[in-house]
């Protein structure tokens, strides 16, 4: 009973700081890059996701309370506090699952993805309900050592966990952090295996596993942290949309102006590269005379774009030959907009192509589209 209590209390407290925590870090990121956030009408708010992530923790603290309040009046047994629990828990995974949507490093299935993110949220909901059932219709039963009452609470716990230790892995390895990334994979496991004496008679639900979900709580939340700082840096280091220029002087020959990554005015020869250029055009044109949805190109899934790897080649191809500084990442050129759909991210007035080789370009049949486009 006392090392519950405690156990329940130190999850109240740690979770109520560190939401806190990232809640006072979201206000700061607002209000420091209000400019940045709001230059175009581009949905990546990335705050929106760290406010999420800021609720799924305040989640954690109303279930604790809960928790402690249920022990205090032994309400554990009761269908009204799992019911509850239940609903805590789902509300906490759906947090987390919209702040995933806003992240680049998160599952491909669900970044950006309205239609998958809608899909996760049935079923989340979906176990939920099936949580309260098998609480009313099995009670305390076990079959073969396992209690069946506490198998969709684990199976939702097993979905959320495995979406954000993609996240983290991602996240921290595209950054050059492998030790954080690898202490990021053993809390998420250790979140799962805390877990594991509820729906195992043999695990002893004692001292040391409380002890465990503490520290692989305080863990996740420091994580959070740590992941909240690097949206930070990541914001402050995306140039503006304003401060770009684009030159396309001749075919695979260009200009380009990025102040904030050291590179002013510099020519970049793409020469046999002919593929990355005539992509990197497409963008170019449709920013610069397209209105509406023809400022996008969709890039797979049969779009005009085969494969996203071809973005991260034309991004490879400017660093390489640039030489700059500052490496350039994919969303200093480019704007995510949901749904496999892609914008260039410099304003239509810094973007200047060549007369004659715009006439060359749409006069392909292959391209004949953007003739329209520049006709209409």
């Given at each position: ?309 071809y973005l991260t080649r034309i991004i490879e191809n400017l660093n390489t030959i640039a030489d700059a500084d ?51």
């Amino acid at each position: 009973m006392q090392a519950e209590k405690f156990y329940l209390l130190s999850h109240i407290f740690i979770s109520l700081i560190g939401a806190l925590l990232l809640l006072a870090i979201w206000y700061h990121i607002r209000l420091r890059f209000k400019k940045l956030l709001q230059e175009d009408e581009s949905p990546q708010r990335i705050d929106k996701g760290l406010a999420y992530l800021s609720a799924a923790v305040f989640v954690w603290v109303l279930s604790g309370i809960w928790g402690y309040l249920a022990l205090n009046y032994s309400w554990q047994e009761s269908t009204a506090f799992h019911g509850i629990q239940s609903f805590l828990s789902t509300l906490n995974s759906f947090f987390i699952l919209l702040s995933l949507f806003f992240l680049d490093e998160s599952p491909n299935f669900i970044r950006k993805n309205t239609r998958n993110v809608k899909s996760l949220s049935i079923v989340l909901i979906l176990l939920a309900g099936t949580s309260v059932a098998f609480f009313e219709w099995f009670q305390n039963e076990d079959f073969g050592g396992v209690r069946i009452r506490f198998i969709p609470d684990f199976l939702l716990s097993v979905l959320t966990s495995v979406l954000l230790g993609v996240a983290f892995y991602r996240v921290f390895m595209r950054r050059g952090l492998m030790i954080i990334a690898g202490i990021a994979m053993v809390t998420v496991i250790a979140m799962l295996y805390s877990q594991l004496p509820e729906v195992f008679v043999k695990m002893h639900d004692d001292f040391s596993n409380h002890l465990i979900k503490i520290i692989a709580k305080s863990s996740t939340i420091s994580i959070f942290l740590v992941m909240a700082t690097n949206w930070v840096i990541q914001l402050a280091s995306t140039p503006k949309s304003s401060e770009m220029r684009l030159i396309v002087s001749d075919w695979s020959l260009i200009r380009l102006s990025v102040p904030s990554k050291s590179m002013h005015d510099v020519s970049i020869d793409f020469a046999s590269k002919t593929t990355q250029f005539k992509n990197l055009l497409r963008f170019a044109i449709r920013r610069k005379y397209g209105t509406g949805d023809q400022q996008y190109i969709e890039v797979g899934n049969r779009g005009e774009i085969d494969r996203q790897t071809y973005l991260t080649r034309i991004i490879e191809n400017l660093n390489t030959i640039a030489d700059a500084d500052d490496q350039l990442e994919r969303k200093d050129l480019f704007t995510f907009v949901g749904q496999g759909k892609y914008r260039l991210r410099i304003v239509p007035s810094n973007i200047e192509i060549d007369d004659t080789l715009l006439s060359e370009f749409i006069s392909d049949k292959d391209n004949q589209q953007y003739e329209v486009m520049l006709n209409s």
